[in-house]
């Protein structure tokens, strides 16, 4: 079966206003995505009928929110298959689901060790990293890439050795669309005994997660990017490796005891989630899913699919433009230049036009370097993303093109 594209546009209010005065054409998924009525409704029901902070009060309110609160922690669990619902942090969004990690881990590398990430990183699993190693003495690896964006795969294995204490990775490239094979890596590295890291920021909203399937200790990814509220995301850890990991913010809510001398911390998953949460975003993200669930997979992987294929003939088509990203796997995402044209002056006149793009490093500026691009446009595609936005994309650049000649 496909997707009904016109009905699921109905659910996203925001879908139907004007940019510019130009009906919006939204294309900067990968940024952030639009959020559907079910999750703008579940936040304001929390707000006007349940507020209340969680685990703490003795009283129907607390209860209640505390309930919504554990029931979506469960929904999470199982929408990405963990084992536990414990195994759910919740994390202000990816960055900080990586900087737990990534500060946990600093606090176990020594000198010798090593850390390998990939050269596509996001900056927030490359600063993280990078500082990790910086603290601890642990060298930070970089596996190489391919000129077409895909990891280069023998150099993977290579660098790769019982030194590897950790090996960090994304699922899919922001910037480049590659989906890299992360089961296939994860086994690899296990086999040395590293542990494994995925940024799942980009991979979470595209296909089926199955972080048991994938074999790896850690995944992490935001909420914004999967139809959720901002300011919500999730570290999923392997129980047994978030039992003992250390600990990164400490305050109220994650200890078990403490005196004015000492503290000891509580169990999983309180011991890494220090203060107050975001309740209402964790309600968000849970209805986000819930919503998302109504739909089929597969249909939504060849709904993005048949748009990036449409996309890439346009763009083949179009002189003087050049996808920056050919990865034989890749999510519905179109990194672009255009000759004589910068990426920020072809984003000011789709914009004009109604047409949201990003423009700019993608928070990856090695890795444009290593590209040897300034940066470039990214158009990326989601499930309510219709083949006239890609077709009312490509009239906007040949305008640009015309403009700019
Ligand atoms: N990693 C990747 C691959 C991303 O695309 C992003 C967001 N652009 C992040 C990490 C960081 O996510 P957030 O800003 O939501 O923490």
Redesign the pocket.
């Known amino acids: 079966m496909s997707l009904d594209v016109a009905l699921i546009r109905q659910q996203f209010p925001i879908l139907s206003r004007q940019v510019n005065g130009q009906p919006l054409v939204y294309l900067d998924n990968?940024?952030t995505t639009q959020k559907p009525q079910a999750v703008i409704d579940a936040l304001v029901d929390y707000y006007s009928q349940c507020n209340a902070n969680v685990h703490r009060g003795a009283h129907y309110l607390s209860d209640e929110a505390t309930k919504r609160y554990e029931k979506a922690r469960v929904t999470v669990a199982n929408y990405i298959n963990a084992q536990r619902s414990e195994e759910v942090i919740w994390t202000?969004?990816?960055?900080?689901a990586?900087n737990l990690v990534a500060n946990g881990a600093a606090q176990r590398l020594t000198a010798g060790d090593e850390v390998l990430i990939t050269e596509m990183e996001?900056h927030?699993?490359l600063i993280t990293w990078q500082q990790a190693c910086k603290r601890s003495g642990a060298s930070l690896k970089i596996v190489p890439i391919h000129n077409n964006g895909e990891l280069n795969l023998e150099a993977f294995h290579e660098l790769l050795s019982e030194r590897t204490v950790i090996v960090a990775m994304?699922h899919?490239?922001?910037a480049l669309g590659t989906i890299n094979p992360v089961k296939q890596l994860t086994e690899a590295a296990k086999a040395k005994g590293a542990l494994v890291m995925i940024?799942g920021?980009?991979g979470v909203a595209h296909g089926a997660i199955d972080v048991r399937d994938i074999g790896c200790d850690f995944y992490a990814f935001?909420g914004?990017?999967l139809f959720g509220p901002t300011g919500i995301?999730v570290l999923w850890g392997r129980y047994d490796v978030l039992a003992d990991w250390p600990v990164w913010l400490v305050g109220g809510e994650m200890i078990a005891s403490v005196t004015y001398e000492d503290a000891s911390w509580g169990e999983l998953p309180n011991r890494l989630e220090a203060g107050t949460p975001n309740i209402a975003g964790v309600i968000g993200l849970a209805a986000a899913v819930e919503w998302l669930q109504a739909y089929d997979r597969a249909d939504i992987w060849a709904h993005e699919q048949a748009l990036l294929t449409r996309a890439t003939e346009l763009a083949e088509q179009t002189p003087g433009l050049k996808i920056i990203g050919t990865a034989a796997n890749k999510i519905g995402v179109l990194s672009f230049v255009i000759d004589g044209m910068h990426p920020a002056d072809i984003g000011f006149i789709l914009d004009k036009q109604g047409v949201a793009i990003r423009t700019g490093d993608?928070?990856a500026q090695p890795l444009m370097k290593r590209l040897n691009v300034p940066g470039t446009a990214r158009a990326s595609f989601t499930i309510y993303n219709s083949m006239d936005d890609v077709e009312a994309l490509f009239k906007a650049i040949d305008k640009a093109r015309k403009m700019l000649a």
Do not use: M
Not at 92 to 96: F, H, K, W
């Open positions: 990968a940024a202000s969004g990816t960055t900080e990586i996001h927030a699993n994304p899919v490239s922001n940024d920021a980009q935001s914004h990017k995301g993608h928070c």
